[in-house]
């Protein structure tokens, strides 16, 4: 079975500062990438995916991630955070199967 | 036009009670999941649907879990004999077509109490 890991549980920042969140998993096969996000008070919805292509995939918000097939990464990653970005963050991966399977997550908080 | 919606959003239940949740998927949506995620931890798959075919139930706990769906829509999470440990948010997603690829759509969850 497939898993997914996310290193940091919690993160906190400043405003302006640089975000990466980690994510790993473990499927050595074909995998479909994708990182949600859920703000406070929402569901959690796409901030953007990888399925083929350019290993370097732009989400909304300005965020972005990078697939390394040989390191089984899916970092997430933004520039300059701000206020807003504050929520809970989901890697996941589909590999081998349609369901996907999660990461535990990773608390963001950012202060202004 | 309208997302995924969930009911009732919040639940809360004696121990050895049977719950009932529900969720509307988007209206076209051939592919619905359910998920339980306990609190701090990630979302744990339960059961999959797609259009008539038969259900992946692989993720379903206990047989004390079942879920129903009716064609391509309205599906219902039951929960018989709730224990404690059932206490989480039930979320429920829908995708437009099977295929590992589908971004889904998820539902706000169903929090439920298990006293």
């Known amino acids: 079975a497939q898993s997914v890991s996310q290193h940091n549980h919690h993160v906190i920042l400043s405003e302006a500062a640089s975000l990466e969140l980690g994510c790993n998993y473990s499927?050595?096969?074909?995998?479909?990438l994708f990182w949600y996000v859920q703000y406070p008070g929402q569901h959690l919805q796409l901030l953007l995916k990888y399925f083929s292509g350019d290993p370097l995939v732009k989400g909304i918000k300005g965020f972005e991630a990078e697939f390394i097939k040989s390191k089984f990464s899916f970092n997430l990653r933004k520039p300059s955070v701000q206020w807003s970005d504050t929520a809970e963050y989901f890697c996941?991966?589909?590999?081998?199967?349609?369901?996907?399977?999660f990461g535990r997550g990773t608390s963001l908080i950012v202060h202004p | 036009g309208a997302g995924v919606s969930q009911s009732p959003s919040n639940k809360v239940t004696e121990k050895g009670k049977d719950v009932e949740l529900r969720c509307d998927p988007i209206?076209?949506?051939?592919?619905l999941y359910w998920y339980r995620q306990r609190l701090g931890q990630g979302l744990e798959f339960l059961i999959y649907?797609?259009?008539?075919?038969?259900?992946?139930k692989s993720g379903l706990p206990s047989d004390r879990f079942s879920a129903e769906r009716t064609g391509e829509s309205v599906s219902t999470l039951t929960i018989q004999r709730t224990q404690q440990e059932d206490s989480a948010v039930y979320l429920c997603a829908s995708s437009l077509m099977w295929g590992d690829y589908n971004e889904q759509f998820f539902g706000p969850g169903t929090r439920l109490t298990v006293l």
């Open positions: 996941a991966v589909t590999g081998g199967s349609y369901i996907p399977t």
């Open positions: 209206s076209g949506h051939t592919a």
């Open positions: 499927y050595g096969g074909t995998v479909n």
């Open positions: 649907f797609q259009g008539n075919s038969a259900p992946d």
